[in-house]
């Protein structure tokens, strides 16, 4: 009797670090999942940033003749 209660507590406390650990693992995952978008977005922004640098640039040097 006391050895069934004792692995029903252990298997408790198991059933409960799991679904804490499961729960911090989908934080986990929609943080990693906003990370990613705000990445690609700010990658999407520099990337426009630098074709309009571009451009200017060749202005500039065809402005002074090179």
Known sequence: ???TF???SVQELL???RKKLSE????LE???MAL???????TWAL?????ELDRELAL?????GK
Do not use: G, H, P, Y
């Open 1 to 3: 009797m006391c050895l």
């Open 36 to 42: 990613k978008e705000e990445t690609m977005a700010t």
């Open 30 to 32: 929609a943080m990693m």
């Open 6 to 8: 004792q692995r029903d």
């Open 47 to 51: 990337s426009t940033r630098i074709e």
């Open 24 to 27: 911090k693992n989908d934080a």
């Open 15 to 17: 059933d409960s670090q």
């Open 60 to 64: 500039c040097q065809a402005a002074v």
